[in-house]
């Protein structure tokens, strides 16, 4: 197999003297979706911040393009490659929507949010409002354009439907299948199944920070994926 686009392995990491994670690993491959479940707090968040760069790494390797990130921080690693939608915090409340979109791009080309602009007809209505008078699953759509429209070849979204409503969450599938397309690959987070499902090509399941699933989404079934998710 050629290198893949995103390899991780024995992936320790934690806060302070709390190791999280035990020694994941995993690789998505160009056009690929790795898709990431498991219950609240088995380490789903802490293996995104470890992979791009905001939680330094105890032991293992992240290589993007086979290249180590050890050395690149998490402010360079959009230029190399990765973008990435965190769980938490996702946009800047005191700014407009359309500074959030634009704030920390050099041009206006309009068509980098174009698709996402015209399957969330909500968000475009409200470029001149603050961020912060969204509601939680508006938020979470603004964030989720941000990060499709950098383009980039790898993109990380960690639980990118918390919130969101039905018909939008149908959408983000189109769009991820829409890069995905294009070659773009995803790590996603996600405890919706069915949204899972519908766009990942692999799966990696976490159970106390260590791997308790892992392979192609199209082999396992659906119950075995339930079970990783139901406390
Ligand atoms: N900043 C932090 N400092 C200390 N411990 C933390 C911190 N963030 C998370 N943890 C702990 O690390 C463990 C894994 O948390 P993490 O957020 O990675 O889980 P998760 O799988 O993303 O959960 P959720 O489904 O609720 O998003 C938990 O025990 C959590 O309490
Ligand atoms: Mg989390």
Redesign the pocket.
């Known amino acids: 197999m050629s290198t893949p686009l995103l390899d991780f392995d024995d992936v320790v990491c934690?806060?302070?003297d709390?190791m999280?994670l035990r020694g994941l690993a995993g690789a998505v491959g160009a056009g690929r979706v790795l898709g990431v479940l498991?219950?609240?707090?088995?380490?789903?968040?802490?293996?995104m911040?470890a992979l791009s760069g905001f939680l330094p790494l105890q032991r293992g390797r992240v290589t993007l393009e086979g290249r180590d990130l050890a050395r690149v921080p998490p402010q360079q690693r959009l230029a190399a490659g990765m973008a990435y939608a965190p769980?938490e915090d996702v946009v800047f409340g005191d700014l407009s929507v359309s500074e959030n979109l634009w704030l920390h791009l050099r041009g206006r080309d309009g068509q980098r949010y174009a698709a996402c602009l015209e399957a969330f007809p909500r968000l475009a209505e409200r470029m001149q409002q603050r961020a912060g008078s969204l509601s939680g699953g508006e938020r979470k759509l603004l964030s989720f354009t941000r990060t499709l429209g950098l383009r980039a070849p790898l993109s990380i979204l960690?639980?990118p439907t918390e919130g969101v409503q039905p018909e939008n969450i149908e959408r983000m599938a189109r769009l991820v299948a829409a890069r995905k397309a294009d070659g773009a690959s995803f790590v996603i987070?996600e405890?919706n199944l069915q949204f899972l499902l519908s766009v990942a090509d692999d799966i990696l399941a976490?159970d106390h920070?260590e791997c308790s699933l892992a392979g192609p989404a199209s082999e396992l079934p659906r119950e075995t994926l339930e079970a990783h998710l139901v406390v």
């Open positions: 934690g806060y302070g709390t999280v498991g219950r609240n707090g088995v380490g789903k968040t802490t293996l911040r769980q960690d639980e987070v405890q976490i920070g």
